[in-house]
């Protein structure tokens, strides 16, 4: 199975300063030219939702300071300005190959 | 407009059996996997397993594959997991979610059943 790995696992963010989470695999996610790597968000007390699908195509409703970017094994989720609503848990998934898998989910609280 | 609906809290016994659905509306329940994630207490999301209701070919994660099974409804556009023997370790929030045309991009979820194995 592929294992994913995210860091870091918190973040602690000013508001309109930026935040980057990294997610590795343990295989390569690309096949046929697209990286099979969707980024979602779940909020407190909420479902996910998906921000990102394909590495890099943002969902829809999904504002554009949110982007996701990478290739292969390493994958970045970047949010150029950090706002209130963006906290909550953030968790990266391959859906490359059944079983899918989450990584650990990386923590994103406000100071 | 797309919707799943799951019921909102089951409570069971270990051993007991049981059955939870995901009921789908909004688009054609044929064209669109559906999987199931868990998330047990204050933990991460875990991808339990997912059918396809056209044909019922269903997959699953390690940790499930035998304790669980899912099934698909189509005259009713409703997807099940079901336990045969709950354990108290089965206990946390199973979400229904609808997958992309691809397999990837989990667009919509439902908003989760709380289901409690506990003496």
């Known amino acids: 199975d592929i294992v994913m790995t995210q860091s870091p696992l918190s973040l602690l963010v000013t508001p309109g300063e930026p935040a980057s989470i990294s997610c590795r695999s343990t295989q390569s996610l690309n096949s046929n030219g697209y990286d099979y790597l969707d980024w979602y968000l779940q909020k407190p007390g909420q479902s996910p939702q998906v921000l990102i699908y394909l590495g890099s195509s943002r969902a829809s409703g999904v504002p554009d300071r949110i982007s996701g970017s990478g290739s292969g094994t390493v994958f970045t989720l970047k949010i150029s300005r950090v706002e209130a609503e963006d906290v909550g848990v953030y968790y990266c998934?391959?859906?490359?190959?059944?079983?899918?898998?989450f990584g650990q989910g990386t923590k994103l609280e406000i100071k | 407009e797309v919707q799943l609906l799951q019921s909102k809290i089951e409570v069971k016994e270990p051993g007991e059996s049981l059955r939870i659905s995901c009921k789908t509306s909004g688009y054609n329940f044929a064209s669109h996997w559906i999987a199931w994630v868990r998330q047990m207490p204050g933990k991460g999301l875990e991808w339990v397993g997912i059918?396809?209701?056209?044909?019922?070919?269903?997959r699953y994660g390690p940790p499930f594959q035998g304790r669980v099974t899912i099934s698909a409804d189509t005259s009713i556009t409703t997807v099940y997991l079901h336990w045969g023997s709950l354990k108290a370790s089965d206990t946390g929030i199973y979400y229904c979610v609808r997958s992309g045309m691809g397999g990837y991009n989990y667009d919509y979820w439902g908003q989760g059943t709380l289901v409690t194995a506990s003496s």
């Open positions: 998934l391959q859906a490359l190959q059944t079983p899918y898998t």
């Open positions: 059918i396809s209701p056209r044909d019922s070919e269903t």
